[in-house]
């Protein structure tokens, strides 16, 4: 009975410690058979500021080179943030291109929910893309999204059959949203709570065509900004989950 009683007792610790170190501000790693992705939420608040975002995240983030640490890296900052103390910084300086990637899995099925919140200095613009494929040298855009300084943006996809263009804040924090359904392929957009755009989720950016890499495998945020306009931006509060149980179907949008 000692035993027994011994067994639970380290079981149920061993629960506890497994639950306080799944932590709502740190990033959540689900490993399964096909696939280690990230799902869960990322608001930055358990790293050190002024660190490295690849090298915080241990890996979890990554850069478009993968060269965590570098000054294609972004930088944990407590200058501006929707969830305190942390959100990331994407500026332009010089002739360093900031590009930071979070892996999603390369999902080929399912319907996700995407989000993040952002706030765009006054003056400035900001840029960011989702990712059929994400290889350095073989990389698939599914779409990319620009955004201005006067507050006028627009997303690409496909070879310009769709070029859309939106309003967005500034100076203030806004959420921009992505709902993707793979299977019906399709996808769609929403900022500040305002749904913009459906679009065929396959289509593709940067003048591709669809693809066998048609499915979803990672978010990138770079310094570059709307032509005209120069990059300087925060990232806070992310979110990725899937739709599946929650009795969402974009195809009756």
Excluded at 154 to 179: S, Y
Excluded at 200 to 222: D, R, V
Aim: charged content about 15%.
């Amino acid at each position: 009975m000692k035993n027994i009683c011994s067994i639970v007792a380290c079981l149920l610790i061993s629960f506890t410690i497994l639950l306080s170190s799944c932590s709502k501000d740190d990033a959540a790693i689900i490993v399964d058979s096909n696939t280690t992705k990230f799902v869960g939420e990322e608001s930055f608040d358990a790293y050190n500021t002024g660190g490295f975002l690849g090298l915080e995240s241990n890996n979890v983030w990554t850069t478009w080179y993968n060269n965590p640490g570098s000054s294609e890296d972004a930088v944990v900052s407590n200058e501006v943030f929707r969830s305190s103390p942390n959100a990331i910084k994407i500026k332009s300086a010089g002739a360093d291109t900031i590009d930071v990637v979070l892996p999603l899995g390369n999902l080929s099925s399912g319907q996700w929910d995407l989000s993040f919140w952002m706030h765009i200095q006054q003056g400035h613009g900001a840029y960011f893309n989702v990712l059929h494929a994400f290889e350095p040298n073989a990389s698939n855009w599914a779409a990319q999204f620009w955004f201005s300084k006067i507050g006028h943006g627009h997303m690409t996809v496909g070879g310009g059959a769709l070029n859309h263009n939106f309003t967005h804040p500034r100076a203030t924090w806004f959420q921009v949203k992505i709902n993707i359904n793979i299977d019906e392929d399709l996808a769609l957009l929403s900022i500040d709570g305002e749904e913009i755009v459906h679009w065929k989720w396959s289509e593709g950016s940067m003048n591709q065509t669809p693809t066998s890499h048609s499915g979803l495998a990672a978010l990138s945020f770079i310094s570059a900004a709307k032509e005209g306009s120069n990059a300087y931006y925060y990232i806070d509060d992310i979110s990725f989950r899937s739709l599946e149980n929650d009795g969402i179907d974009l195809t009756s949008e």
